[in-house]
């Protein structure tokens, strides 16, 4: 069974203690789900041939539950506490990439400013030593297929709607930054150059 995580969250800026508890309540939902899926699934695989359609729909919720859970805890996660480097050599490589680290910055937000909910995450492809940065819609549809996430950016409205309309999603994504432990994304990075 897979277990709640918990997070050491300090105040961020321009996100409020409402809006991550309503969030982290909804990721301890995913967690739940999943579990739940799996207990049936193994209830159900007892006569899978006379179960074959439930056992269909068990698998195809599945995978966005435990989406749900994993891409909540690469989020949450980026948050903890912790010391920004100083040199990156994550921001160094995206720049030699981008031009500049400004300018991936740019096109990473307007990844998440992609109408509709999902995630902007960024990926690195250690066969090529390429980033990626993709819009994922819900949690499973869009991923790239054995790409490690070095960060994700959640951009479901439940990510922000406490503080922020879906209008004002550019300021969510301002406040994402400012609060953003660049060090998590960093030691993401470090294991796969």
Same mark, same amino acid.
């Given at each position: ?17 409402k809006q991550l508890d309503v969030h982290?309540?909804?990721? $301890? ?22 179960? =074959?359609? =439930?056992? &269909? ?7 966005? /539950? ?13 948050? /903890?506490?912790?010391?920004?480097? @100083? ?7 995206? &720049?030699?990439?981008? $031009? ?5 910055? &740019? ?6 400013? +992609?109408?509709?909910? &999902? ?5 690195? @492809? ?38 922020? +309309?879906? !209008? ?8 994402f930054f400012k609060n953003l432990n660049?060090?998590? !994304? ?8």
């Amino acid at each position: 069974m897979y277990q709640e995580q918990k997070f050491d969250l300090p105040a961020l800026e321009g996100i409020s203690q409402k809006q991550l508890d309503v969030h982290l309540k909804l990721y $301890g939902g995913y967690v739940k789900f999943l579990n739940t899926l799996l207990d049936v699934e193994k209830d159900l695989m007892k006569d899978a041939e006379k179960n =074959a359609y =439930a056992l &269909g729909e068990v698998h195809r919720r599945l995978p966005f /539950e435990f989406d749900g859970m994993r891409m909540h805890e690469y989020y949450f996660s980026q948050w /903890e506490k912790g010391v920004n480097p @100083d040199a990156s050599r994550l921001q160094a490589a995206l &720049g030699a990439q981008h $031009g500049s680290f400004e300018t991936w910055l &740019g096109h990473f937000k307007a990844v998440g400013m +992609t109408r509709g909910i &999902g995630w902007t995450i960024l990926y690195f @492809d250690p066969k090529v030593k390429k980033f990626h940065s993709a819009w994922v819609g819900d949690h499973e549809l869009g991923q790239l297929a054995g790409l490690p996430v070095i960060l994700a950016m959640d951009m479901w409205e439940h990510a922000y709607m406490v503080d922020y +309309t879906p !209008a004002e999603k550019k300021n969510y994504i301002e406040a994402f930054f400012k609060n953003l432990n660049w060090d998590v !994304a960093e030691q993401r990075f470090l294991t796969l150059s």
